[in-house]
């Protein structure tokens, strides 16, 4: 393995960061904190990245069960869902690949390595016991490595606090939907534990649009469970182990013979996902020098059937991610604090598609290596003003070393009440696996690079009253894999893949804005609104300069009103809005701009027990986020959670 550059001074650091003398550790600081833009918690006047946390309470009042639901709200995001609950969901920041997105629970990357571009699909991904979501936008490949291009999305889960705690729900609905799930954690002298789990079914609604045919549903199923055991060896050190697991299986249409037109099939898939991480925390100097040991196991099952083949398993692919980190935080000051990082990263892919003429085709088996170490900083250089800045340098065992950099600035002249902040960063992204040697794949390609930039002002009034901000941003990708169709040009290539590659076709340019509004009027009611331009386009020279980037609306907006009453009691009202946009890359096919309402309310009883109920796409609109798929008309739930 070649030696980084970086390494010698990142090693440096850990070697200092371990413990001077044994204290007492320092508890997380509490909110307003956001630690995806430096890794560590950072106050939020200090940040000088665009970044949307969503908590517990807000999780709690939105009643939404999967995650790329809640993203839909988030400004600077998009989604595309292949049909109903369940069916393949993809999320675009601010106009970027899905692929280029890293998302991280707890820490651990769950980014599938044998899927085509490495992307994550959202729709195995439910909200349950997660306590917070930090949406990241831009460029992050410093401080999060390879694949952040368009951002990260970082999700925790709560630790616990109390002896003992548990929460519990039970929903039923539209769709012959059934939602269950429950958690129980404690925390004694030196331990602390938390286990769960849940169960989702619904039949869902045709992944074909039954408007242009489609007859049979296309249900969903996800049974998923986690657990947690932290252990305080010492004052000064800890040790953290987690493990979770999830597997769903989903029906889904195809493109069935003769015709091998878009139709009802009978295909369903199935997925087990089970990640583990085991993480020990040193701290020294009264919790001013705080090292952080991680090692993290991530292993993907994905397996496709046709029960009227044979062989009826049509496809297989098994990803696996073995990634061993180290952290070093060192605190100066509240305003000055630096952070260093080594990585290792080991994926492999195994994966083939069975058929009647080759029943047991030998698989593709590939692995790649990435090793890594970073360096970042942020620093109080005036009252008010915080400067960051950070540098990464990565290693691929096939294309080398490859540095990005990230810098900012955040500066508030009163105390918080008016921020205005400007950063830059830059994103890499190796080829994956599959592009490079699967039936498609050409050994010739290069990483995708980018560059991006983003300014922004907020401020509050009448102490927090209203609040406002307008963000804009930019970002160029360079060397961006897409697919060469051999059928409308030749190459070289075609001569070995006939009918098509992966190839380092695009460069693309999106620019855009966004503008969110809150006031509390009274105590009683909250009101929030944001609207995103995202102007997504090809950049390439050719047919294609200039076109929008396929299903990326260039209008989104969003906005909600609750109310509470006198004994804790609330009802809320949504409305998200989508503009029109193309689900191909010459513009030919539209999709039409759509606008969906949403109406909840919850009712606390007595004994830490309330009732709840929403009514989703109020309006019944029948809408496409992806040309042909079918999508849910109107559908109501009710539900009941505890606590104790």
């Not at 045919?213 to 932290?230: C, H, I, K, T, V």
């Amino acid at each position: 393995m070649k030696t980084l550059s970086l390494i010698p001074a990142a090693g440096a650091l850990a070697l200092a960061a371990l413990p001077l003398r044994a204290a007492a550790e320092t508890g997380d600081l509490v909110s307003p904190v956001i630690v995806s833009a430096y890794r560590t918690p950072a106050p939020a006047d200090q940040v000088a990245a665009s970044v949307t946390v969503i908590d517990a309470a807000e999780l709690q009042l939105r009643q939404t069960v999967t995650v790329a639901d809640v993203l839909a709200e988030t400004p600077g995001v998009s989604v595309v869902r292949n049909g109903g609950p369940g069916q393949t969901t993809t999320v675009h920041i601010r106009g970027a690949e899905s692929e280029q997105t890293v998302v991280v629970l707890d820490g651990v990357r769950l980014n599938d390595p044998a899927s085509p571009g490495g992307g994550y699909d959202f729709s195995n991904l439910l909200v349950g016991a997660i306590d917070r979501i930090e949406v990241l936008r831009g460029p992050s490949s410093t401080l999060w490595g390879a694949d952040a291009i368009g951002g990260v999305i970082s999700i925790t889960t709560a630790a616990p606090t109390t002896a003992l705690s548990g929460q519990a729900s039970a929903e039923g609905g539209s769709l012959d939907t059934r939602y269950l799930r429950a958690t129980a954690a404690g925390a004694a002298d030196r331990i602390t534990w938390r286990i769960g789990g849940g169960y989702y079914q619904t039949s869902g609604v045709s992944a074909f649009d039954s408007r242009l045919g489609g007859q049979e549903r296309d249900g969903a199923l996800n049974a998923s469970g986690f657990g947690q055991l932290g252990v305080r060896l010492t004052d000064w050190a800890s040790l953290d182990l987690r493990l979770s697991h999830v597997a769903t299986k989903t029906a889904f249409d195809g493109f069935p013979p003769p015709l091998y037109v878009f139709a009802d099939t009978a295909e369903y898939g199935e997925t087990r996902q089970t990640a583990g991480s085991a993480g020990l925390k040193l701290t020294g100097l009264g919790g001013a020098l705080i090292n952080r040991f991680t090692l993290q196991d991530m292993r993907l099952d994905r397996d496709n059937y046709d029960p009227t083949q044979t062989p009826d398993k049509t496809f297989y692919a098994r990803g696996t991610s073995q990634k061993a980190a180290w952290q070093g935080e060192w605190t100066l000051a509240p305003d000055a604090v630096a952070v260093a990082g080594l990585e290792s990263e080991r994926t492999t892919i195994r994966t083939a598609s069975p058929a009647s003429y080759d029943p047991n085709p030998a698989p593709l088996r590939a692995h790649a290596v990435l090793d890594s170490a970073f360096v970042s900083g942020r620093l109080g250089v005036a009252p008010g003003l915080t400067l960051s800045a950070g540098v990464r340098e990565d290693h691929h065992d096939r294309f080398g070393d490859h540095v990005t950099t990230s810098a900012g600035a955040a500066w508030t002249p009163d105390d918080g009440v008016t921020q205005v902040r400007a950063s830059f960063g830059q994103g890499f992204k190796a080829p994956t696996l599959y592009q490079l040697y699967g039936d498609y794949g050409f050994t010739g390609l290069r990483p995708e690079t980018a560059d991006g930039v983003d300014a922004g002002v907020s401020r509050r009034w009448w102490n927090g009253a209203l609040e406002g901000g307008v963000s804009l941003f930019a970002r160029q990708v360079k060397n961006q894999i897409g697919f060469f169709d051999c059928f409308s040009a030749v190459t070289p290539v075609c001569a070995t893949r006939p009918f098509g590659y992966y190839a380092n076709l695009d460069r693309t340019r999106t620019d855009g804005a966004e503008v969110s509004l809150a006031a509390r009027p009274r105590s009683e009611l909250r009101l929030s609104a944001s609207y995103t331009f995202t102007d997504a386009r090809n950049a390439s020279p050719g047919a294609a300069d200039g076109k929008a980037l396929p299903r990326r609306p260039r209008d989104t907006a969003y906005a909600e009103a609750s109310w509470t009453f006198d004994g804790g009691a609330t009802v809320s009202a949504a409305v998200r809005y989508s503009g029109r946009s193309f689900d191909d890359v010459a513009n030919t096919t539209r999709l039409k701009a759509y606008a969906l309402a949403d109406l909840r309310g919850e009712l606390p009883l007595k004994g830490g027990i309330s009732l709840y109920a929403r009514i989703e796409n109020l309006f019944d609109r029948a809408y496409e986020t992806a040309y042909q798929y079918g999508s849910v008309g109107r559908a109501a739930y009710v539900g009941a959670r505890a606590r104790y």
